[in-house]
């Protein structure tokens, strides 16, 4: 989850990436269309002869890219599906309601799920941390709830995986070995208890924060107090060392991150973060973070969120800032009222689009510099309100590979980013926690 719901009482939501959520739907739909035209009355002028390049029958990268995702499953780091049907201007957290047999409003149903060759998918059970209607651990419980109704929902397709043996047999099973990960500290309230609990409901993950600084953690969007983690910090980072839950990185401060990789003996991921050397925001890792995964043995899942990857989009959301800042100040909580100009802003100040390019541009940078065997895509789709082009819905993960076949990307390298890095980080995990539990 890279944008929050706008509800009134929350932080500025020019300070956290909720800004996104007040972007119309509609424009990019109006956008999709027009492009959709225009490309009507070019590709016959462009392509004559139908010699039509990538062409997607006969792109032999694309054909690549589907043998190999065939054979070994590819593994995405981040989906929002849960917190998409629980805020569902229809649904509203109705599971039955929001069919994914059918086709969904968000970017994830089973037909486009099977077209994306998608074969585990951590499903994030986010819970916002400035959610103030009651503790957190109750809207994290219903998180899990609905998460884990879903996949009890389609049997034939989704199936609860709780291990990297559970992740291997679904896929072999031509099932979607489905991991819960759980995205933000503050669900533990502050208890190790709490956080054993979570790990017996199914979570297999924890990022250490969400866009709030924690009594125990320094959140990457918020200010820091505790100069990274304090030593409770270190001993949520041990007990999920112990319990076999992987610590996840994606959205704490550097200094957080700098601890955690202190203290971890495990491997930690990275669920949905990109480099900062090619689109400097504070959710994107630094170098010197970039080589400490590698002598961690960690992974870093890049995310298709566009103001991460795209320097033209980051610049568009911070020149929306001042507006917002300005709304909030005219309007206070009438966040309607809110929502309204900034959509009618937008209309008139359209944002850059990201690409799948600048997606693989910021996959080979953390090959480059963190190496081959720790990377990997956690892609954000329905945390995510705009999407790259190219990248628009879970049906497009093939187009990824096949971009990055095109640039030279070996089968067993396209292997590593697909799944087997994060297998293997996850199995190291896995016997961490075995030592662990019988000292
Ligand atoms: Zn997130």
């Given at each position: ?323 917002i800042k300005d709304l909030e100040a005219k309007y206070g909580k009438d966040t309607a009222a809110i929502t309204r100009e900034i959509t009618q802003w ?14 693989a541009d910021q996959i080979e940078y953390v090959r480059k510099v963190a190496g081959v065997d720790h990377v990997g895509v956690g892609s954000d789709f329905d945390g995510i309100t705009e999407v790259p082009q190219g990248l628009e819905d ?46």
């Open positions: 989850m890279s944008s929050q719901p706008f509800r009134p009482g929350t932080r500025s939501i020019a300070d956290s990436n909720s800004r996104r959520a007040l972007r119309a739907c509609n424009r990019r739909t109006f956008l999709t269309r027009r492009a959709a035209f225009s490309l009507l009355l070019i590709a016959p002028l462009a392509f004559p002869l139908g010699a039509q390049p990538g062409s997607r029958a006969t792109d032999p990268y694309l054909a690549r890219a589907k043998r190999i995702l065939s054979q070994t499953p590819l593994v995405d780091g981040h989906n929002d599906l849960p917190w998409r049907i629980r805020e569902d201007s229809i649904a509203r957290g109705n599971v039955d309601a929001y069919d994914i047999r059918t086709r969904a409003r968000g970017h994830t149903d089973l037909d486009r799920l099977k077209q994306g060759m998608v074969g585990a998918q951590f499903w994030s059970v986010y819970t916002p941390g400035d959610y103030a209607d009651s503790g957190y651990a109750r809207v994290q419980l219903e998180q899990i709830d609905i998460a884990r109704r879903v996949i009890a929902r389609y049997p034939d397709r989704l199936a609860l995986a709780l291990s990297t043996n559970d992740i291997r047999r679904n896929f072999k099973q031509g099932k979607i070995g489905s991991l819960l990960g759980l995205e933000g500290g503050h669900a533990i309230e502050n208890s190790l208890g709490a956080l054993r609990a979570y790990y017996d409901l199914g979570a297999r993950y924890m990022t250490l924060t969400h866009n709030v600084t924690l009594d125990w953690a320094d959140a990457a969007l918020d200010s820091a107090r505790h100069n990274g983690l304090t030593a409770f910090g270190d001993s949520v980072v041990r007990e999920m060392n112990r319990l076999g839950m992987l610590v996840d990185l994606s959205h704490v401060s550097p200094a957080t991150m700098s601890d955690a990789l202190n203290v971890t003996q495990a491997p930690v991921i990275f669920s949905h973060s990109g480099a900062r050397a090619l689109v400097d925001v504070p959710r994107n890792l630094p170098d010197s973070i970039l080589r400490r995964v590698t002598t961690n043995g960690g992974i870093v899942m890049v995310p298709f969120v566009t103001g991460f990857v795209s320097p033209a989009v980051m610049l568009y959301e911070q020149s929306t800032r001042p507006v937008r209309v008139s100040h359209p944002s850059p689009r990201a690409t799948l390019s600048q997606v879970v049906s497009t993960f093939p187009a990824l590979f096949a971009e990055l076949a095109r640039r030279g990307w070996s089968d067993a390298d396209l292997r590593k980013l697909a799944g087997e890095n994060f297998l293997r980080v996850f199995a190291q995990a896995e016997a961490v926690a075995k030592r662990m539990q019988a000292r």
